[in-house]
């Protein structure tokens, strides 16, 4: 038998297991590219966010080992030029949002997804527990800078591009978006 893992992280894991006697192989998570690409939109102007440097959140399903209480002290330290939108959120969790967080729901449409990725200035995968980082994938496909932690398989796919990979904390990450310079944002429009 041989098992195959969509990261190198998730195979090292995998070692250290009771599966360890089998093959590993490792095959990455593929994305549509003629989707998942730089698309303008009026994202910024539905949402009243011309003038703000974008950290975005995105996940299937919000919890605390997807990051979402990171995302909530990130808000806090970040000043006002920065808005902070997760996508992804159930009714419930967008009701009990600090004011300052743009929440949205979770959209079945990719064209949408790679609008506001491209929308975004920062991606930030907040996750503690990633085996892969398809998000992320998403994101860097967009032309989107991304800020990973960096004991999780997305350290792993954010390296690839040259995005920025952290140690694990809220702290991190706001220093990571701090040392970004907006006006050296990567050029999605064209």
């Given at each position: ?7 190198q ?12 006697e ?133 350290a ?19 220093k ?15």
């Amino acid at each position: 038998m041989i098992l195959i893992t969509p990261s190198q992280w998730l195979a090292d894991l995998v070692k250290q297991s009771f599966l360890k006697e089998y093959s590993i192989e490792v095959h990455y998570n593929t994305i549509d590219t003629d989707i998942f690409k730089p698309t303008p939109s009026n994202f910024r102007e539905k949402y009243g966010l011309q003038e703000k440097v974008i950290v975005l959140g995105v996940a299937n399903v919000w919890e605390e080992r997807k990051g979402l209480f990171d995302f909530y002290k990130l808000e806090e330290m970040l000043d006002d030029r920065y808005v902070v939108v997760l996508v992804g959120l159930n009714d419930k969790q967008i009701k009990k949002l600090p004011s300052k967080i743009v929440g949205i729901k979770r959209t079945n449409s990719p064209k949408e997804l790679a609008e506001i990725y491209t929308a975004a200035d920062v991606f930030v995968n907040a996750s503690v527990e990633e085996t892969f980082g398809m998000t992320t994938v998403e994101a860097d496909a967009c032309g989107t800078l991304s800020i990973v932690y960096e004991d999780t398989a997305c350290a792993e796919i954010a390296r690839v591009n040259h995005n920025l990979v952290v140690k694990q904390g809220v702290e991190n990450i706001y220093k990571a978006i701090s040392s970004i310079n907006s006006e050296d944002k990567k050029q999605k429009e064209s």
